[in-house]
């Protein structure tokens, strides 16, 4: 928020926010006059302004049975285990009369590490806890969002309260020992990334039906979900939605794990891969993708892509690398319509909240700051963005809504305002647009 004072930071109390600047004063501000996550800067783009419903959240827990306890592997051996995975859903709801206004509980630092203490803080948001859902006669698409390694459900709520905003249920989910509180060792986030959205597919979709005393039973269109996944969260809905890992991923996963082959069944042409293919699953938006530069993927496991993808990622990404990471993904995804925005300079970071403000206190590990930073961009007006064009993908395909304009536009921002942005306000963006190879042939 700007105030003409610089060097000011953000302390967070319950519904009050101080504000402590450089010159001494603090100053007293209530939530509704405090910039919260997801706001509309004056020159956001014209679809990231919130909808027409007012967003509920609520949390609970889904526990998938029986699975590989890949971390207790030895000698080829899988032991099993139930997975506990904590999912927060923000859903349009009934709430007249309520401040539109949560406070969320997350952490920072990284569990089991002394230079990364856990350190919990709390941030605002717009939306009301345990609110009842909107009364209505049709049902809202599904949007699964899956975080990075680590990070938690709360990593994207300035995006995920806007899609409520605009009638979808958007869930998100702490992937077991890949959040701040339980990260664990990087072999379980492999296995099962993908494994977890498919299963919580499977749950909300059951769920929604009719009987189950759920509360949103009868309001939810798991039939028509969307996947969004950010780093290690855009590796597992890509493999999700079709792209079987390599036979390298394969092989180093067995000398990771002491010789399992558990994660044969996301592998390209393995009979179960194939036969998870998933209709369900109608788009995917993948920011910053990691593995490609890992050979994660190859050709043939690109081309099992066939829904549109929206790639969102920064030019300078130095963990998921972009010539060679996720454009090369982009370009190898041969037979899926597809886009890439690209913000120019920009590294890794291109989907998160900006930092909170515990991560600014004097004596915080300077990581926890670079964890959600991004050295080239305000990421507030970032935020904006990806509201606007995650919208416009999803919304044309989802909701059947005309976005194509917004979409339709020359690749380099620098030459002419993109359509939806405010006059001289869209620079240092490209937006690349390829068809599916089958569709150009015929």
Known sequence: MKTGIVSCSLLLFGFLVFQSCNSGKQILQTAGTTFINGDALPDAPELAARGEYTVGVRNFELVNKNQVDILHSKNGVDPLYDRHLQVEVWYPANAAGKKELVT???????????????????????????????????????????????????????????????????????????????????????????????????????????????????????????????????????????????????????????????????????????????????????????????????????????????????????????????????????????????????????????????????????NEYYHYAEPSWNEHRINNINQHFVTAFIGGILQKKDYGKYLDVQPNSNEKTWTGFKNRSSTGLELLHALPKLFISE
């Open 104 to 366: 969320y509980n997350s952490t920072l630092g990284l569990w089991n590490d002394t230079a990364r203490p856990l350190i919990p803080f709390s941030f605002l948001g717009r939306a009301v806890r345990d609110a009842a859902p909107v009364e209505t006669a049709g049902k809202f698409p599904l949007v699964i969002v899956s975080h990075g390694y680590p990070g938690s459900r709360l990593l994207l709520t300035y995006l995920t309260e806007n899609l409520a905003s605009k009638g979808y249920i958007v869930v998100a989910i702490d992937h077991t020992e890949s959040t701040y509180t339980d990260r664990a060792g990087f072999q379980s986030t492999l296995l099962n990334r993908a494994k977890d959205i498919l299963f919580v597919l499977n749950e909300m979709d059951s769920l929604s039906q009719a009987g189950t005393n759920h509360f949103l039973a009868g309001i939810t269109d798991a039939k028509n979900t969307a996947l969004i996944g950010y780093s290690m969260g855009g590796y597992g809905v890509l493999n999700a939605a079709g792209a079987g890992y390599s036979a390298k991923l394969d092989s180093s996963f067995g000398v990771m794990t002491g010789g399992s082959k558990a994660i044969e069944v996301r592998t390209t042409n393995n009979v179960a891969f194939n036969a998870s293919y998933d209709t369900r699953i109608k788009a995917v938006v993948a920011f910053a993708p990691w593995g490609m530069q890992r050979g994660v993927w190859d050709a043939a496991g690109l081309q099992g892509l066939h829904v549109p993808i929206l790639f969102i990622a920064g030019s300078q990404d130095d963990v998921s690398g972009y010539e060679e990471g996720i454009k090369a993904i982009y370009t190898g995804a041969l037979n899926a319509n597809r886009y890439l925005l690209t913000y120019i300079n920009a590294r890794h970071n291109v989907a998160p909240n900006p930092p909170p403000a515990a991560a600014l206190q004097p004596g915080v590990n300077f």
